[in-house]
């Protein structure tokens, strides 16, 4: 969908917002109607009824979205795993294989290794900084490539050229989590790739009080994502609608902030005498620092790092700070943190956690919009400093 706007701050205000406002309203109303009168629709998939997708509500957050990352269309659903199962249902079939990132979001590894055998899909992991060894995994079922903008929790940035590149190569359908990019730093679809999927929860919506999801890409592919979805059920409700496009408004705003906040923590805390390792794109002892700096306009408001003295320093870190909220999630307009071993990827065994890198000390920052010298301040006194 090209949108008459150019500037990102402008599609976050203007685009999608109904032409006449509906009885003048600035904000857009909610719709809380679960039906609508029959207007003579002759697709059972365009019946104006919340569950398919297409309410006011649902149809104003939609072009919105698409607009924020030039896509040709948009969806949105009742929760970031209802975008990425329903879209990864909906490009394979019994019988077809998938090729997926070796670090992912704890609830899609769960997904591809507890879920996928029994629908009949099989898969394989890649390193997604060595393109190279992808291409021997390869087999005349291979239908998908799935990967994320920057790994969770680890900040890995894959080799995403490379990714497009091999799914044009063999005709897979490429698709990516760019949650922790946000359309701020990230358009995925102007790099080449068919799908954009976010968890809404995050940064879309930032303020921490409410679960949907989001799914970008060509007109064709997210109009059979909307039919599998319809079926399915997972669809987002009028008022956490109405709550994702009050978010969206000042997404840029919000993460522009924190990007910044969150590269001066990670220098901070890579320079602390308390801390092993901090794992952050922006930072230049990153692996991935320059591809990161060549993709993306920012580098993202989550970091992670190991502190001195494993678990029982990093439960101490956890108990001392003040500001930061000890909760799961990220993306919102307060600082949180948590350890992934007991949060995002608890679902993982501790040798798949110990494969994927992912130390039982390591502390998960998701960087607020508070002040960053109070938050320096913070941290520099639970470390010890």
Same mark, same amino acid.
């Given at each position: 969908m090209k949108s008459p706007f150019k500037s990102l701050e402008t599609k976050l205000i203007h685009a999608g917002e109904p032409e006449p406002r509906i009885q003048g309203a600035v904000a857009m109303p909610i719709f809380q109607s679960a039906m609508f009168q029959y207007a003579g629709e002759t697709s059972y998939h365009d019946l104006k009824y919340i569950r398919l997708n297409n309410t006011p509500n649902h149809v104003a957050l $939609?072009?919105?979205?698409? =607009?924020?990352?030039?896509?040709?269309? +948009? *969806?949105?659903?009742?929760?970031?795993?209802?975008?990425? /199962?329903t879209s990864l249902l909906t490009v394979l079939k019994a019988g077809d294989h998938l090729l997926a990132q070796n670090c992912l979001y704890g609830g899609t590894y769960d997904l591809v290794t507890r879920d996928f055998p029994s629908f009949g899909l099989s898969y394989d992991f890649i390193d997604a900084e060595r393109p190279e060894t992808w291409k021997p995994l390869l087999k005349p079922n291979t239908k998908a490539i799935y990967v994320e903008t920057m790994t969770?929790?680890? *900040?890995?940035?894959?080799?995403?050229?490379?990714?497009?590149?091999?799914?044009?190569?063999?005709?897979? &359908? /490429?698709? &990516?989590?760019?949650? @922790?990019?946000?359309?701020?730093?990230?358009?995925?679809?102007?790099? #080449? @790739?068919?799908?954009?999927? $976010?968890?809404g929860?995050?940064?879309?919506? #930032?303020?921490?009080?409410?679960?949907? #999801?989001?799914?970008?890409?060509?007109? +064709?592919? &997210?109009?059979? &994502?909307?039919?599998?979805?319809?079926?399915?059920?997972?669809?987002?409700?009028? $008022? =956490?609608?109405?709550? *994702?496009?009050? #978010?969206?408004?000042?997404l840029a705003l919000r993460v522009r902030h924190q990007n910044? /906040?969150?590269?001066?923590?990670?220098? @901070? *805390?890579?320079? $602390?005498?308390?801390?092993?390792?901090?794992?952050? +794109?922006g930072l230049e002892s990153h692996p991935g620092h320059a591809r990161a700096r060549q993709l993306f306009a920012g580098f993202g408001g989550v970091l992670s790092f190991e502190p001195r003295g494993g678990v029982e320093a990093a439960d101490r870190v956890l108990k001392t700070v003040r500001l930061p909220i000890i909760a799961p999630s990220l993306g919102g307009v307060e600082t949180l943190a948590t350890r992934p071993a007991l949060t995002s990827h608890a679902g993982l065994s501790p040798i798949e956690r110990r494969n994927a890198g992912i130390a039982d000390s390591l502390i998960r920052l998701s960087i607020g919009i508070e002040s960053t010298d109070d938050l320096?301040?913070?941290?520099?006194?639970?470390?010890?400093?």
């Open positions: $939609h072009q919105k979205l698409a =607009a924020l990352e030039n896509a040709e269309a +948009a *969806l949105v659903t009742a929760s970031g795993m209802a975008a990425i /199962s969770n929790p680890l *900040l890995q940035v894959a080799d995403l050229e490379a990714v497009v590149e091999l799914a044009k190569a063999h005709g897979l &359908i /490429s698709l &990516i989590d760019n949650t @922790f990019a946000s359309p701020v730093n990230f358009c995925p679809l102007e790099l #080449g @790739f068919d799908l954009s999927i $976010h968890s929860t995050k940064y879309l919506n #930032g303020h921490s009080d409410i679960v949907c #999801g989001a799914v970008l890409g060509q007109a +064709a592919l &997210i109009q059979r &994502i909307t039919h599998r979805l319809n079926h399915l059920g997972g669809t987002l409700d009028p $008022h =956490a609608a109405y709550l *994702l496009h009050r #978010g969206l408004k000042t910044e /906040s969150a590269l001066k923590i990670a220098r @901070f *805390l890579a320079r $602390h005498s308390a801390v092993v390792r901090v794992n952050y +794109a320096l301040e913070d941290f520099d006194q639970a470390l010890g400093g």
